[in-house]
């Protein structure tokens, strides 16, 4: 099974701050990583696909990037409703979450 | 709109089984992967698996096979998750999702608890 691995695992920033969480794959799986939003008692909602494409409706803060094993997910002036945890997710074979990434304001 | 629905929060005893139902609405039923990712208190998202509603086929993740069975019924656009031999860890709260073309989980369930408890 394909193993995701986040860091960190928790945050603290300023409203404004940019703000970087990072995903690494055990195997290659190309641009094949999506990353979802989840906030306390809701289900997670998707923000980005194929690595680096912005859902429709998901504000121009958010930014994906990275290919292979190594993937970036980029808040670039955190906001204070970006307050969640933030979750990778391969789908090259089968599926995997990573950990997950609680993002707090300072 | 699009939306899935579930049946509601079960309370079991350990050992026992658990079905959960997911009703999809607002999109044609046979044209998306229906996954079950399911999160106890607390913890991260965990994938357990997902259903073709086109053919019913099936693929779980290595920690549930041999204990959990996903089923379909296309003529009322519902998807079903059954889980045996119930253990106090799998308590959680378990969502269906819906999987669209770009192979993104984009319509998810409102979540189903599911407490395990003697």
């Known amino acids: 099974d394909i193993q995701m691995t986040q860091s960190p695992s928790s945050l603290s920033a300023s409203v404004g701050d940019r703000v970087t969480i990072t995903c690494q794959a055990s195997?290659?799986?190309?641009?094949?990583l999506n990353w979802y939003q989840q906030k306390p008692g809701k289900a997670p909602q998707l923000l980005i696909y194929?690595?680096?494409f912005l859902e429709a409706g998901v504000p121009s803060r958010f930014s994906g990037s990275g290919s292979a094993t190594d993937f970036t997910f980029t808040i670039s002036s955190l906001q204070p409703e970006d307050i969640a945890t933030y979750y990778c997710?391969?789908?090259?074979?089968?599926?995997?979450f990573g950990q997950g990434t609680k993002v707090e304001v300072k | 709109q699009v939306q899935l629905v579930q049946s509601g929060a079960e309370l079991k005893k350990p050992g026992a089984s658990v079905t959960i139902s997911c009703k999809a609405s607002?999109?044609?039923?046979?044209?998306?992967?229906l996954h079950w990712v399911r999160q106890a208190p607390g913890q991260e998202l965990e994938w357990v698996g997902w259903?073709?509603?086109?053919?019913?086929?099936?693929e779980y993740a290595q920690n549930f096979r041999g204990r959990v069975t996903m089923t379909r019924d296309t003529s009322i656009s519902s998807a079903y998750m059954e889980l045996r031999a119930l253990k106090s860890d799998d308590a959680a709260v378990y969502f269906c999702?819906?999987?669209?073309?770009?192979?993104?989980?984009?319509?998810w369930g409102q979540g189903t608890t599911v407490i395990v408890s003697s």
């Open positions: 999702v819906r999987e669209d073309h770009r192979f993104s989980m984009d319509v």
């Open positions: 607002g999109y044609t039923f046979t044209d998306s992967y």
């Open positions: 259903i073709d509603p086109t053919n019913g086929g099936t």
């Open positions: 195997q290659d799986i190309g641009i094949y």
């Open positions: 194929s690595a680096s």
């Open positions: 997710q391969q789908y090259e074979n089968l599926r995997t």
